[in-house]
């Protein structure tokens, strides 16, 4: 007796489907499924742990940090010349505002990891953006080497193309049916 040959459907007949927790707008890198082994489980939930005590420390280094450009705009405000800013003044101020904006980035991340256990590799590399931003915009030019300054444009030109080929989305084609 002959058996019939079962075959798979064709290919175009098929339904594209993703796995569920795929995404067309995310990029975010999903962390392996805990396995049922109990050690696995034991150091996954030390890592959960370790994941919120950062999210902790990190909130009170945001506080620290608000209170910090609060004292040194007060006192650069009440020093001779009084209720005026020089440049400098303003560019620490303005560094001080910086430090704490990649650190609530840094926060963020850290909060998307415990509620979601994705990497988000979109905000990693926004974060080392930003930080980069703030170094151009601290650096004194007059002391340093061209290398250097070519070695940091090299930085931000790597994080700016990274940055845009994860944002990407290309266009639908659409085809003219005649």
Do not use: C
Not at 5 to 23: F, G, N, Q
Not at 64 to 88: C, E, K, N, W, Y
């Amino acid at each position: 007796m002959n058996k019939p040959v079962l075959r798979s459907p064709p290919i175009s007949s098929r339904p594209l489907t993703r796995p569920p927790t795929a995404s067309l707008d995310s990029f975010d890198e999903k962390l392996p499924n805990v396995e049922e082994d109990a050690l696995i489980k034991a150091l996954h939930a030390v890592l959960h742990f370790a994941a919120r005590a950062l999210a902790l420390l990190m909130t009170f280094v945001i506080l620290f940090g608000v209170a910090d450009i609060v004292v040194v705009m007060h006192q650069r405000l009440v020093a001779p010349p009084f209720l005026l800013l020089t440049v400098s003044d303003i560019l620490a101020i303005f560094g001080s505002f910086m430090v704490v904006l990649i650190a609530i980035e840094i926060f963020i991340n850290i909060t998307l990891y415990i509620k979601r256990d994705v990497l988000p590799i979109k905000m990693v590399i926004a974060t080392a953006l930003m930080a980069i931003a703030r170094k151009v915009i601290m650096l004194d030019f007059n002391d340093l080497e061209p290398p250097y300054i070519v070695a940091i444009a090299a930085v931000i030109l790597a994080l700016g193309i990274t940055y845009w080929m994860i944002s990407y989305k290309p266009r639908p084609v659409h085809v003219d049916e005649r």
